[in-house]
């Protein structure tokens, strides 16, 4: 089993729809956590960290799930330009200097 | 600044040659990371770096050799290339302060091993 997993989607949306992922995580000592934004070749960028209280961003919402270790992404609105890979990322506080990316959601949306 | 910053950004082998991965970052970032990426695997961790001079394995290791011997680079050595190192190879660095924790990621090197 994956450490993090994702469903992979994609996810097809039509312009200003609300689309969420979810993304689920294994150990029980993760502590820190992140979704990445990862255009089509391009590398991965820090889309926003994910705090225990829940916290948005314009029109992104991460959420945080501790007793169902689980992490949710919520994008309103969308664009044409959220069109992406979308990656979730889980530190723990037994491997400190490690990242654990998921395999990543893919989400087109069109006009 | 540059911030991180990969050579070569394409490149192809044969099967059994040797190359090295040059990775670089401006930020003074004490961590640095080497991932590779195939479809449908997501990002894989190769080597990681905690600080000049320190190395160690991450998840795929085997057929890589890194070395961090400047706290700016960090490379990527493969001795004897097989066609399963076919792959995008991302190097990274990270920044670590409070509650901040950001990697940021060069731009990739596409390698293909014939």
């Known amino acids: 089993r994956k450490e993090v997993e994702q469903d992979p989607g994609p996810f097809n949306v039509p312009e200003g729809a609300t689309v969420a992922f979810n993304c689920t995580y294994s150990?029980?000592?993760?502590?820190?956590f992140f979704w990445y934004r990862q255009d089509c070749r391009k590398e991965p960028k820090l889309l926003m960290s994910?705090?225990?209280s829940g916290n948005e961003d314009g029109r992104f919402t991460a959420q945080l799930n501790r007793a169902s270790q689980y992490i949710s992404l919520l994008i309103r609105d969308s664009k044409l330009s959220d069109s992406a890979t979308y990656l979730c990322?889980?530190?723990?506080?037994?491997?400190?200097?490690?990242?654990?990316f998921g395999s990543g959601t893919r989400l087109l949306v069109r006009p | 600044n540059a911030g991180v910053t990969q050579t070569p950004k394409f490149r192809v082998l044969k099967t059994g040659q040797s190359m090295t991965l040059l990775c670089a970052q401006d930020?003074?970032?004490?961590?640095m990371y080497w991932y590779r990426q195939d479809p449908g695997m997501g990002l894989r961790l190769i080597h990681y770096s905690v600080g000049e001079g320190t190395t160690a394995k991450g998840e795929v290791p085997d057929g890589y050799n890194v070395s961090r011997l400047k706290k700016q680079n960090f490379l990527l050595g493969l001795e004897s290339a097989a066609p399963s190192q076919t792959s995008v190879y991302f190097c990274?660095?990270?920044?670590?302060?409070?509650?901040?924790?950001?990697?940021?990621f060069g731009p990739g090197t596409r390698l293909t091993v014939l």
């Open positions: 930020m003074n970032h004490e961590y």
């Open positions: 994910v705090y225990s």
């Open positions: 990322v889980v530190n723990n506080v037994d491997s400190s200097y490690k990242l654990i």
């Open positions: 990274a660095s990270r920044k670590r302060q409070g509650h901040k924790d950001e990697q940021f």
């Open positions: 150990n029980s000592a993760s502590q820190s």
